[in-house]
């Protein structure tokens, strides 16, 4: 299956993106970026992505992928797998955004036409990473510095063309 996406992640310098089912830090204004990226999108994210987060979003699908058979979010929908969550997605058809975790980063990487990526400039203790990024695959469009109680960076990296997967 070919499904145009895009990656959606803030991890600290040392490539954390969570501590347990917690994001290790408050950033100001961090949060109203991802807003701004995902309105109006289908978020695809894992049980406990979603589960961190506590409901679905306002101006967005949510689509819980999980292994539960059981499972079953109050406004949301839910997936068995990535392909199926992925394929729920096209059939929305608005942009679609996978934003987390760690094992949906790791599964959906290699195939994203674009990975939005707030670094923020600390360096945190943690349990999930951001997996290893093939900067040679994409290219950086965008590069944003954003002054907060915690500075962070953002950046959009586009796949290039010659390595379409």
Known sequence: ??????????????????????????????QALFKKITLGGCLVMGRRTFESIGRPLPG???IVVTRQNDYKPEGCLVAHD??????QAEASERPIFVIGGGE????TLARAQRVHLTTIDLEVEGNVFFPQFPTDAFTCTHTEHFQSNHNYCYQIFDRNQTEVP
């Open 1 to 30: 299956m070919s499904v145009n996406y895009s990656l959606v992640a803030a991890r600290s310098r040392n490539h954390i993106i969570g501590r347990d089912a917690d994001i290790p830090w408050q950033v100001k204004g961090e």
């Open 60 to 62: 967005r699908i949510s």
């Open 82 to 87: 990535i392909e199926e969550g992925l394929k």
């Open 104 to 107: 949906l980063y790791a599964a």
